[in-house]
């Protein structure tokens, strides 16, 4: 069997096997041996960086409760999520898109550009910032996400 924590999986496109490492998140072609390691292998077309926008709504539990928005953010958690959740709904019904109501609500700095902040790859973001993101496909929209930032809305645009 592989070397710990690679894992063997099927590469449907080639139709034979390539191997997953779970903690650096590489894949490869040629079998592991104990001495590959993250530099001496390349890594086949695995979605390494993803690249999103979000809408940020900070409440009193948030890790640093302020923003551009606001300098003190006193908001409830609840209170944040009826926000979040009727903001959700606004783009789910086409009333309006992620990018344009973050421009002006989202308490994150990146509302001046849409809430978009460019790519990252894994162990960049909080996790569960990290996982809904991987979670969704391109063009996909996350549902209400809490992280010790906030409640967002995740729209994953690459
Ligand atoms: N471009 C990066 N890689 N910046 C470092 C990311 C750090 C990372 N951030 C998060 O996981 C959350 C989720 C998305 C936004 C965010 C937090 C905060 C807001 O929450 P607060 O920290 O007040 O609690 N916004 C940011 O970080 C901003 N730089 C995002 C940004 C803004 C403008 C341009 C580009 C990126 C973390 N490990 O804490």
Same mark, same amino acid.
């Given at each position: 069997?592989?070397?710990?924590?690679?894992?063997?999986?099927?590469?449907?496109?080639?139709?034979?096997?390539?191997?997953?490492?779970?903690?650096? &998140?590489? %894949?490869? /072609?040629?079998? !592991? =041996?104990?001495?590959? *390691?993250?530099?001496?292998?390349?890594? $086949?077309?695995?979605?390494?960086?993803?690249?999103?926008?979000?809408?940020?709504?900070?409440?009193?539990?948030?890790? &640093?409760? %302020?923003? /551009?928005?606001? !300098? =003190?953010?006193?908001? *409830?958690?609840?209170?944040?999520?009826? $926000?979040?959740?009727?903001?959700?709904?606004?783009?789910?019904?086409?009333?309006?898109?992620?990018?344009?109501?973050?421009?002006?609500?989202?308490?994150?700095?990146?509302?001046?550009?849409?809430?978009?902040?460019?790519?990252?790859?894994?162990?960049?973001?909080?996790?569960?910032?990290?996982?809904?993101?991987?979670?969704?496909?391109?063009?996909?929209?996350?549902?209400?996400?809490?992280?010790?930032?906030?409640?967002?809305?995740?729209?994953?645009?690459?």
């Amino acid at each position: 069997p592989p070397p710990a924590d690679w894992e063997e999986r099927h590469s449907n496109s080639r139709g034979v096997p390539y191997y997953f490492n779970r903690t650096t &998140r590489q %894949s490869v /072609w040629e079998r !592991p =041996t104990p001495s590959t *390691s993250a530099s001496s292998t390349i890594t $086949i077309g695995a979605p390494q960086k993803v690249r999103a926008s979000h809408l940020l709504v900070k409440h009193a539990e948030s890790r &640093r409760p %302020s923003s /551009w928005k606001s !300098p =003190t953010i006193t908001r *409830s958690k609840e209170e944040a999520r009826k $926000i979040i959740t009727g903001f959700r709904k606004r783009i789910v019904s086409g009333e309006t898109d992620l990018p344009t109501l973050a421009k002006t609500e989202s308490d994150c700095s990146s509302a001046q550009q849409g809430g978009d902040f460019g790519f990252f790859g894994p162990k960049q973001m909080q996790k569960a910032f990290e996982d809904a993101t991987y979670a969704l496909q391109v063009g996909e929209l996350s549902g209400v996400v809490d992280s010790d930032s906030g409640l967002h809305l995740i729209l994953r645009t690459a």
